[in-house]
């Protein structure tokens, strides 16, 4: 016994070094503060794309330690100085990312407290939190207060958790699924149809729906197919629409699309990660008029409301046909069932244990409201008015008024190929590196696109990104005259 006692003892000795003392932990944050001072405050000097690749080597584990100020070097040179970086207002490619430093206030108070955020019987706390938040979002987007939701790690796990809803609802399953339909668009995030994929409705028959010259699903063809596919024998349950493509920010007609589902019993999903908080602002409501005909929803903080990556949302109306798939009575978690009047995020979502990412985001609403987030809604809908008629006017062709923050533009050639000038450009563009912007292909054209959706980006930025693209493009020429083009 006593043996046994010294041993333990031996070991708590050792494992101390994992609860470090009060001193210790104020010389950390300390030195992990002045880190993120210098990280924000150098953030409008520093590049928004190095394509450079990291030193693997430096990441490996092995038995010794560093300190932390070895380890914030490592991080410096390593991560935060190599490849895109959504922190910056710079970030104006794909969908930018967020980073309110009060969203990383509630992580580390989430962290510090551990609270177990999957179930209400656990922590009562967190799990009211969330619910208060999807409660939120369920009355922004006219979602009535009986639907269930989840905060999720982001939008792909939302579209996933909505989708597995709609097979279980229709009972898409074994013979079934090869004459089950899928309606959507060619713009839709491939995530959805990884989604499909995942949750084992790969062989259903996909349809890709007409689009109007905005990119936006063309209704009257939703109808016809769904005629067609009924008197060929087959099922349609599903729809999904965007609100804010990932191409070209397009926002389908919700409403026409809904009140086709509600006639012909389809479940209607909405993917509006990228636009859905849009609808905080006055200019987009009207554009999102039917979004609460949908039977489900994906949205994603961690875009739309500035946060840091890691925060994505699904609201669903049919609670049975969710708790199909996730709602689960193990013996082992028969206390934590006896108080089922809340829903325990964990019967929503394929997650148990989960971060208590609730925090994250109520926190910056409690010390912000929500005043400052609409307004930088609202600028960044201005910067992309602003962004266009300063490519306009350098010369540039648009692609058409964006519904929201993404766009494209491309140099026009009198003679040459442009697709092969525009493809030339945006490499210059990256070698650049001071706002970052990528490229889609829209329709065959080859073109460069702009998103603008970082908290960080200011009239500024547009106007570096000007004077970079402007750069970019007189040495692309150049290159062409030299070799007589
Ligand atoms: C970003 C995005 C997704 C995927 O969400 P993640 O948070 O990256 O998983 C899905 N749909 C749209 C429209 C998006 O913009």
């Given amino acids: 016994m006593n043996d046994l006692k010294d041993r333990i003892l031996a070991l708590q000795l050792q494992s101390a070094a994992l609860e470090p003392g009060e001193g210790e932990r104020d010389r950390l944050l300390e030195e992990l503060q002045y880190y993120s001072n210098n990280f924000i405050n150098s953030l409008g000097e520093q590049k928004a794309y190095i394509g450079e690749k990291a030193d693997v080597s430096t990441f490996q584990i092995g038995e010794g330690t560093r300190t932390l100020k070895e380890v914030l070097e490592i991080y410096s040179r390593e991560v935060a100085a190599k490849g895109v970086k959504p922190a910056s207002g710079g970030h104006m490619g794909y969908i930018p990312g967020g980073g309110i430093f009060t969203a990383a206030l509630g992580d580390y108070l989430a962290d510090v407290t551990n609270e177990y955020a999957g179930i209400s019987f656990a922590s009562p706390g967190a799990v009211a939190m969330e619910h208060a938040l999807l409660n939120w979002m369920k009355s922004l987007f006219n979602f009535p207060e009986t639907a269930v939701g989840n905060l999720t790690s982001g939008g792909s796990i939302a579209n996933m958790i909505a989708l597995t809803a709609a097979r279980d609802k229709y009972v898409i399953k074994g013979a079934q699924i090869e004459k089950s339909v899928v309606y959507l668009s060619e713009h839709l995030h491939h995530c959805n149809l990884k989604a499909l994929r995942i949750i084992g409705l790969e062989d259903v028959v996909i349809r890709h729906l007409q689009l109007d010259e905005r990119s936006r699903i063309d209704p009257g063809d939703l109808e016809k197919k769904v005629n067609e596919d009924k008197l060929a024998g087959l099922k349609p349950f599903l729809v999904i629409a965007s609100a804010g493509t990932t191409d070209t920010g397009a926002v389908d007609p919700l409403k026409d699309i809904g009140e086709i589902c509600l006639a012909e019993d389809l479940w209607f999903h909405i993917d509006a990660a990228y636009g859905g908080f849009f609808i905080l602002t006055e200019k987009c409501k009207s554009m999102f008029r039917g979004i609460g005909l949908a039977n489900s929803l994906a949205i994603d903080p961690h875009k739309g409301l500035f946060l840091p990556f890691g925060l994505g949302a699904v609201l669903i109306k049919d609670r049975e046909a969710v708790f199909h798939s996730h709602h689960h009575n193990a013996n082992y978690m028969q206390d934590a069932k006896e108080n089922a009047?809340?829903?325990?995020?964990?019967?929503?979502?394929?997650?148990?244990?989960?971060?208590?990412?609730?925090?994250?985001?109520?926190?910056?609403?409690?010390?912000?409201?929500?005043?400052?987030?609409?307004?930088?809604?609202?600028?960044?809908?201005?910067?992309?008015?602003?962004?266009?008629?300063?490519?306009?006017?350098?010369?540039?062709?648009?692609?058409?008024?964006?519904?929201?923050?993404?766009?494209?533009?491309?140099?026009?050639?009198?003679?040459?190929?442009?697709?092969?000038?525009?493809?030339?450009l945006i490499k210059e563009i990256h070698r650049d590196g001071r706002v970052f912007l990528t490229s889609t292909t829209i329709k065959g054209k080859f073109v460069i696109r702009l998103a603008i959706l970082s908290f960080r980006s200011k009239i500024e930025t547009v106007d570096r990104a000007m004077e970079m693209i402007l750069t970019a493009k007189e040495k692309v020429l150049a290159e062409d005259k030299d070799l007589g083009i």
Avoid: M
């Fill in 341 to 424: 009047e809340v829903i325990d995020p964990a019967d929503v979502s394929p997650e148990l244990t989960k971060h208590f990412r609730a925090l994250r985001l109520w926190l910056p609403l409690q010390l912000h409201g929500t005043a400052p987030f609409i307004a930088c809604l609202q600028e960044k809908l201005l910067l992309t008015k602003y962004f266009r008629i300063k490519l306009k006017e350098a010369g540039f062709k648009l692609g058409p008024e964006p519904d929201l923050t993404v766009s494209y533009f491309w140099w026009p050639l009198a003679v040459g190929d442009e697709n092969s000038f525009n493809k030339r």
